[in-house]
């Protein structure tokens, strides 16, 4: 069973960097878009950045000029650069990858920025 197994969450200091990765464990043949979603304690999950087959990208207003996302179709895997934190993108990241006929959720990872 394919599996997406995240890396790359953390504890930093406002104004540091992260960076996020997503892989899937198998292979997989027709990935379309992959995204980075993320939900903050006592919030809803919310959509943060996604990237399309074709490399068109997708940012909320919040983290844009921030944060960018990648992928390297290769390797089946989704990246999220995160520069200038700040204490509001403190939260649990997931990635997600969708399918033709499914979509993929990574077990998520905890981002906490401290002040």
């Known amino acids: 069973q394919v599996q997406l197994v995240e890396s790359g969450g953390g504890l930093v200091q406002a104004g540091g960097s992260l960076r996020l990765s997503c892989a899937a464990s198998?292979?997989?043949?027709?990935?379309?878009?992959m995204g980075w979603y993320r939900q903050p304690p006592g919030k809803q999950r919310e959509l943060v950045a996604r990237i399309t087959s074709g490399g068109t990208t997708h940012y909320i207003d919040s983290v844009l000029g921030r944060f960018t996302i990648s992928r390297d179709n290769d390797k089946n895997t989704v990246y999220l650069q995160m520069n200038s934190l700040k204490p509001e993108d403190s939260a649990v990241y997931y990635c997600?990858?969708?399918?033709?006929?499914?979509?993929?959720w990574g077990q998520g990872t905890q981002v906490t920025v401290s002040s």
């Open positions: 198998g292979r997989i043949l027709g990935i379309r878009a």
């Open positions: 997600k990858m969708d399918l033709v006929l499914a979509e993929l």
